[in-house]
């Protein structure tokens, strides 16, 4: 088992990274925008579950797979 590791150095600001890979100020400021986007939509959109197979519905019973015998 390896033993446990401490972060005690900062983390990198989004600009930092950005400067780093030296991707453009414009792109950076897209992509804020973006990400503000969406997080706005988020929050105030209507949080709607994801279908499952079963159109969301719960099972009846539940049916253990089973493997076929050769």
Known sequence: ???????????????E???YYRIPAERV?????????????AVAGPHKKASSR????NASKVVKASRSKK
């Open 54 to 57: 079963n159109g969301g519905r």
């Open 29 to 41: 400021a897209e992509l804020d925008r973006m990400i503000a986007e969406h997080r706005a939509e």
């Open 1 to 15: 088992m390896s033993p446990k590791i401490i972060i005690t150095t900062p983390f990198p600001t989004p600009e």
């Open 17 to 19: 990274v950005a400067a």
